[in-house]
């Protein structure tokens, strides 16, 4: 496939500062690496915590995005995985070096030396993005490019969330109903759960679109669920949500957290937590989750609700997220 020289991108220069249109040269794949024209990203949480400063290992200058979906069109050395033309997935796990006790144990969403995308790799948002094949997801027909985006991260850290809070979880509440919720939602409810939506305190809109997805109940995160919940999933980043969740559920009941970055927890009475309850937090995801979420989400079939966005619109895409204006999912598409 022809390849220009240069390409549009937006870059990240400086924390707390918006992103820049820049034109900079197409990068070329190395060891195990393709090329990949990208046809669409989303926009995920994280990227804000990255330019809001949140987290503090990004290199710089960076080119956010870590759910992208891309066309293969220049194969690295020893690269072989996905041909030519090939439509793939890439998510936030960039790489991981096989070798450290955390991969060996098939731990490598904790992997000593990963790399990321959008984070200590360029992502996304660009016309060109270079990923490692070996993390690299096939992706199925069915989902056009900006619908397929939000399955890359939402999807993934949602399902990887949502399998975490336990086999004997019939009421499940979710804080926070944004792009992972939206998607998650839909599986668990396949799988016959009742939904229990809690949005920020008035938000009718958000409480209406968890109904119109099968949520049993969509009210304020300041207001108690009806039933004793079996488990709660919190993808908003408030600390103070660990322990509002935590009082929801039900002996033996868990609470996990989708999210990277999340403002201090408040302390706690130790009764909130005794009888077994469970506090856990989600890092990163494995190829493995890739691989179920991808191959699941089109039997249901999961369908995402997205806002798309130009490529040189990435600064009002992410003013949006932060703005909690997006229904569903941001994405760009150059």
Not at 20 to 35: A, C, D, G, T
Not at 106 to 126: H, V
Request: glycine share 10%; aromatic share 6%; with cysteine.
């Amino acid at each position: 496939m022809d390849v220009p020289e240069a390409m549009r991108a937006m870059v990240l220069e400086e924390s707390r500062r918006p992103l820049v249109e820049r034109r900079i040269p197409v990068p070329s794949p190395r060891h195990h690496e393709v090329l990949l024209r990208v046809l669409a990203c989303g926009v995920c949480r994280t990227d804000l915590h990255i330019c809001d400063g949140e987290l503090t290992e990004a290199k710089l200058p960076l080119i956010l995005g870590h759910e992208i979906v891309g066309e293969v069109t220049v194969l690295g050395d020893d690269a072989g995985l996905h041909a030519v033309g090939q439509r793939v997935g890439v998510s936030w796990l960039g790489f991981t070096d096989g070798t450290c006790k955390f991969c060996r144990r098939d731990q490598e969403n904790l992997c000593d030396n990963a790399e990321f995308t959008g984070y200590t790799r360029d992502g996304g948002y660009a016309e060109y993005t270079v990923a490692d094949e070996r993390y690299c997801f096939p992706l199925d027909a069915d989902y056009a490019d900006a619908h397929a985006a939000p399955l890359m991260c939402a999807g993934l850290i949602g399902y990887r969330t949502y399998r975490l809070c336990g086999d004997h979880t019939e009421k499940l509440g979710i804080y926070g109903f944004g792009a992972a919720a939206h998607i998650v939602a839909q599986i668990a409810r396949h799988e016959g759960k009742q939904i229990y939506a809690f949005t920020s305190p008035g938000d009718t809109e958000a409480q209406e679109f968890a109904r119109s997805l099968g949520a049993v109940w969509a009210g304020g995160s300041d207001e108690k669920p009806p039933e004793t919940l079996d488990a709660a999933m919190i993808f908003a980043p408030v600390g103070s949500l660990v322990t509002t969740a935590l009082r929801a559920v039900d002996k033996g009941g868990s609470v996990v957290s989708g999210g990277i970055h999340m403002s201090d927890i408040p302390s706690f009475p130790y009764a909130d937590l005794w009888e077994e309850r469970i506090i856990r937090s989600v890092a990163n995801l494995t190829r493995a989750d890739g691989t179920q979420l991808l191959e699941l989400a089109p039997t249901i079939p999961v369908r995402t609700e997205i806002e798309e966005f130009s490529l040189e619109s990435a600064n009002e895409a992410l003013d949006a997220l932060r703005l909690g204006t997006v229904r569903g999912a941001a994405v760009l598409v150059p």
